[in-house]
């Protein structure tokens, strides 16, 4: 784990919490993916049903990954070795060739959900259960249709959320032209919220949902627009890097029309949007290459804000964090 160390971040396991697998577009009908997330190979498809599933990914015959020209037929999926099929709960239920037709193996099935185009996947390392629901994506805002961003990133998720709690970089990462004021910042469960207010008028409102999803709101901010709403979102694909996931909407007023075609986008939409896009590379390059403060040296108008979020933090990690302990992570 001499990655962990290096950089200085404490936790050596995955940490708790609902993450984005991928867009609803990425899973179409039929198909067997293959994705790494977590230090696990995994297996993803969509069935007959619509709904998307996600296995561990090696047959438990003779170890054929099952996102390597494994079959879909109906709601299960067939490995390319022998044949063997599992259903949706990935019971094995059929051995074609043998008089014994099933077995009692099982494939582990990741919890899933799936709402406003975002595929969400719950990891826990001791395999509980999901201790709560995934987070609302539109939250009943009316939107524009949306801009999408994906990368993969060395970077740990929780170098994501805490941009939330860092309102001086909006300045001098994003270039914004003010700094908008904290008002308030407040923790409920696996919550983190704050809202801060800018000079000229209007406001950011932003919420964690663990330590990989933030969902930020941006109201009478840019010009000719309601505002916008960034959901963004890091699943870790080992113990050094990540992807990185945005999904950005224009807020419309409700009274305003929806175009289908995105070149019918009002003008000031299609700028927010050009402009969002190039508004994430900036912070790649800082979490690429930072290192990790377990104290950081925090200004006055810092300290408070960013101890709240980091002690709200510590509960979505299962190992405590010791800067003595270099045990690898067995996750």
């Known amino acids: 784990m001499g990655n962990e160390d290096r950089r200085g971040f404490p936790y050596r396991a995955h940490p708790t919490g609902w993450f984005q697998l991928g867009w609803s577009a990425d899973f179409p009908d039929g198909e067997a993916r293959p994705l790494t997330y977590f230090s696990r190979e995994l297996v993803a498809y969509r069935g007959e049903s619509g709904t998307v599933r996600v296995f561990d990914a090696f047959c438990p015959h003779f170890g054929a990954h099952l996102g390597h020209g494994g079959c879909v037929e109906g709601d299960d999926i067939i490995c390319p070795f022998h044949a063997w099929r599992f259903d949706g709960d990935g019971h094995n239920v059929d051995v074609p060739y043998s008089q014994r037709r099933r077995t009692a ?15 969400f996947v719950w990891h ?3 395999g509980a259960a999901p201790q709560w629901d995934p987070p609302e994506v539109l939250g009943g805002e009316i939107v524009y249709p949306g801009d999408t961003v994906r990368n993969r990133l060395r970077m740990y998720p929780q170098m994501m959320v805490e941009n939330a709690a860092d309102l001086a970089h909006l300045k001098y990462v994003h270039r914004a032209r003010l700094v908008p004021e904290l008002v308030s910042f407040e923790t409920d469960g696996h919550r983190w919220r704050n809202r801060a207010h800018y000079p000229t008028g209007g406001f950011l409102t932003n919420e964690l949902y663990g330590v990989a999803i ?25 113990h050094e890097y990540s992807n990185y996931f945005v999904s950005d909407w224009a807020l419309r007023a409700a009274d305003a029309e929806t175009p289908t075609d995105p070149e019918a986008l009002p003008a000031a939409v299609k700028r927010y949007y050009a402009a969002q896009r190039t508004q994430a590379e900036p912070d790649w390059r800082v979490w690429e290459h930072m290192r990790w403060r377990v104290r950081p040296s925090t200004t006055p108008e810092e300290t408070e804000v960013f101890r709240s979020l980091r002690e709200w933090a510590t509960q979505f990690y299962p190992d405590v964090p010791n800067q003595g302990d270099r045990r690898a992570a067995t996750d």
């Open 124 to 126: 826990d390392a001791s």
């Open 105 to 119: 193996n099982r494939l582990r099935a990741w919890p899933l959900a799936e709402h406003d185009g975002i595929v």
């Open 214 to 238: 933030a969902r930020s709101v941006f109201r009478d901010v840019f010009d000719g627009m309601v505002g916008g709403l960034v959901f963004t979102a890091v699943t870790p694909i080992d």
